[in-house]
């Protein structure tokens, strides 16, 4: 069975970091792409980030380039979304999601073919 479980997310100041982690089961990454999508209150998802299952090319929305990074760990199967710098417009619920395949370019939302149960993210003084 296919299960994508996300932790890490929680209340932190403008600034501040925090590390999410994605662990999956059913699958290997070995074989898919992940990627994270979050989605603030009254506004469509988004795509964030994601690295290739492949050669582990990673790719970025630009609203967070050079603040966030991704990573995974495939003899874990866990994925991870290391955010510095935090903003309050980071602020949302942060979804981990798998596309079978390598990726060329940054996902839609709507092109996983899996999702985790998301975790919220809040930034705020």
């Known amino acids: 069975q296919v299960q994508l479980v996300e932790s890490g997310g929680g209340l932190v100041q403008p600034g501040g970091s925090l590390r999410l982690s994605c662990a999956v089961s059913?699958?290997?990454?070995?074989?898919?792409?992940i990627g994270w999508v979050r989605q603030a209150p009254g506004k469509e998802r988004e795509g964030v980030s994601c690295?290739?299952?492949?050669?582990?090319?990673?790719y970025y929305v630009d609203s967070v380039k050079g603040r966030f990074t991704i990573s995974r760990d495939n003899a874990k199967n866990t994925a991870y979304l290391q955010m510095n710098s935090l903003k309050p417009e980071d602020t949302a619920v942060y979804y981990c999601?798998?596309?079978?395949?390598?990726?060329?370019?940054?996902?839609?939302?709507?092109?996983?073919?899996?999702w985790g149960q998301g975790t919220q993210v809040t930034v705020s003084s």
């Open positions: 999601g798998a596309i079978r395949g390598e990726r060329l370019w940054l996902p839609n939302p709507g092109e996983y073919d899996y």
């Open positions: 059913g699958f290997s990454l070995d074989y898919y792409s």
């Open positions: 690295i290739s299952s492949s050669d582990g090319r990673t």
